[in-house]
């Protein structure tokens, strides 16, 4: 079973910037695609930026050249670094990752998500 803990958020006024981490444990023979998501206040759950196992990195455009996605394997953990951040980036953020291409096809094409870390910016 994987478990992820998130940490990192908190109150910072307009422009400001905030890392995010996420520790996992518990991960097994599978390939992992670890993701950020964040859900505002009234609004659906959102992707904000993934790295592939390969280092490969997606952002949602609302973030781009803003936020910055990268991991440490050796910590077992993935960062978000959020820079100019804005108002609307107000949300719970959450971490998940995507096992795949286990050993066993019962592990895969699981989600896992950690219990958020809250991000307020104030303008």
């Known amino acids: 079973q994987v478990t992820l803990v998130e940490s990192g958020g908190g109150s910072v006024q307009a422009g400001g910037s905030l890392r995010l981490s996420c520790v996992g444990s518990?991960?097994?023979?599978?390939?992992?695609?670890m993701n950020w998501y964040r859900q505002a206040p009234g609004k659906e759950r959102e992707f904000v930026s993934g790295i592939k196992g390969d280092g490969q990195t997606t952002y949602a455009d609302s973030v781009k050249d803003r936020f910055i996605i990268s991991q440490d394997n050796a910590k077992n953990t993935v960062y978000l670094q959020m820079n100019s951040l804005k108002p609307e980036d107000t949300a719970m953020f959450y971490c998940?990752?995507?096992?795949?291409?286990?050993?066993?096809?019962?592990?895969?094409?699981?989600?896992?998500w950690g219990q958020g870390t809250l991000v307020i910016v104030s303008s």
């Open positions: 998940n990752a995507y096992a795949y291409g286990c050993r066993s096809s019962s592990w895969s094409d699981i989600n896992y």
């Open positions: 518990g991960f097994t023979q599978c390939r992992y695609d």
